[in-house]
């Protein structure tokens, strides 16, 4: 077997996992069992148990299969600038409110409104894991590569559609008000005028450590990695 064909897998086994979970029957069925503490617990080692094996395989036949593409100067530029705007996005992610996220689950707390982030986009640490995977595409010329890194924008796009519907069939009025005045694309409701910008609810202190910890990534990649790719 193949470093593609067993990355491909792997893909499958965690994406199928995590959308198989979190189906609504699925998950009702497993919480209404178990409840929610040890349905949250069993799903996260799973999730990890499959990303682990997923990792393990790439960075243990890097740059597998056929070469797609010359890198180039300008695209590691690039590269550096979606890879800064991805950490933003997964900074600020933590800590924002959403009526759809784990934190909303656990404690009741479900905004109607969106504030800070998600007045940019609904889903922060989906855009930021995609924005992720686009980065290093652009730099990662093998079809092993692309297969990895690529996984990562397709599996957020559909785990993002998959709990926008999990959460619309739930009939949850506060997630009906919150998606109707947000987006998934980034700036796609400010600018469709179904949201307004509110620069001052940034979480400032969110930016920061976003840029420290870049900076920190951008320090040591070369010497783990060998190069910021």
């Given at each position: 077997?193949?470093?593609e064909?067993?990355?491909?897998?792997?893909?499958?086994?965690?994406?199928?996992?995590?959308?198989l979970?979190?189906?609504?029957?699925?998950?009702?069925?497993l919480?209404?069992?178990?409840?929610?503490?040890?349905?949250?617990?069993v799903?996260?080692?799973?999730?990890?148990?499959?990303?682990?094996?997923?990792?393990?395989?790439?960075?243990?036949?890097?740059h597998?299969?056929?070469?797609?593409?010359?890198?180039?100067?300008?695209?590691?530029?690039?590269?550096?600038?979606v890879?800064?705007?991805?950490?933003?996005?997964?900074?600020?992610?933590?800590?924002s409110?959403?009526?759809?996220?784990?934190a909303?689950?656990?404690?009741g707390?479900?905004?109607?409104?969106?504030?800070?982030?998600?007045?940019?986009?609904?889903?922060?640490?989906?855009?930021?894991?995609?924005?992720?995977?686009?980065?290093?595409?652009?730099?990662?010329?093998?079809?092993?590569?692309w297969?990895?890194?690529g996984?990562?924008?397709?599996?957020?796009?559909?785990?993002?559609?998959?709990?926008?519907?999990?959460?619309l069939?739930?009939?949850?009025?506060?997630?009906?008000?919150?998606?109707?005045?947000?987006?998934?694309?980034?700036?796609?409701?400010?600018?469709?005028?179904?949201?307004?910008?509110?620069?001052?609810?940034?979480?400032?202190?969110?930016?920061?450590?976003?840029?420290?910890i870049?900076?920190?990534l951008?320090?040591?990649?070369?010497?783990?990695?060998g190069?910021?790719?």
């Open positions: 077997m193949t470093t064909t067993e990355l491909l897998l792997w893909w499958l086994l965690f994406g199928g996992f995590h959308l979970l979190s189906s609504g029957p699925v998950r009702g069925r919480i209404e069992g178990v409840g929610l503490k040890t349905f949250k617990g799903y996260t080692l799973i999730a990890l148990a499959t990303f682990f094996g997923l990792f393990w395989t790439y960075f243990h036949g890097k597998a299969g056929p070469l797609l593409f010359d890198r180039s100067l300008p695209a590691r530029h690039i590269t550096e600038l890879m800064l705007l991805s950490v933003l996005f997964l900074s600020l992610a933590h800590g409110k959403s009526p759809a996220t784990t909303a689950d656990m404690t707390d479900r905004p109607s409104s969106p504030t800070g982030i998600h007045r940019i986009t609904r889903h922060p640490l989906n855009t930021g894991f995609a924005l992720f995977g686009l980065a290093h595409m652009l730099v990662n010329p093998t079809v092993g590569d297969i990895f890194w996984g990562f924008p397709v599996f957020a796009v559909l785990s993002a559609i998959h709990q926008d519907r999990r959460m069939a739930s009939e949850s009025p506060e997630f009906r008000s919150f998606y109707e005045q947000t987006s998934f694309v980034p700036f796609a409701a400010i600018l469709s005028g179904r949201q307004r910008m509110a620069w001052s609810e940034l979480r400032w202190r969110g930016v920061a450590i976003g840029v420290v870049y900076v920190g951008r320090l040591i990649h070369p010497h783990a990695m190069g910021f790719n």
